[in-house]
């Protein structure tokens, strides 16, 4: 038995880059927001992505 997360089922949106689950996303400016707990920056197009 391993403990990797079952990315399959996970309520919340993968990270385009780190494929982490992202919990929360962080804006700072039109064009300047982070995923998180990863900390990648994500563009405006991958944040509405992940809203949808």
Excluded: K, R, Y
């Amino acid at each position: 038995m391993t403990d990797t997360p079952d990315l399959e089922n996970c309520p919340f949106p993968l990270c385009p880059f780190c494929e982490t689950p992202v919990v929360s996303i962080t804006s700072t400016g039109p064009h300047s927001h982070s995923a998180s707990p990863c900390g990648c920056g994500l563009t405006l197009t991958d944040v509405q992505e992940m809203q949808g």
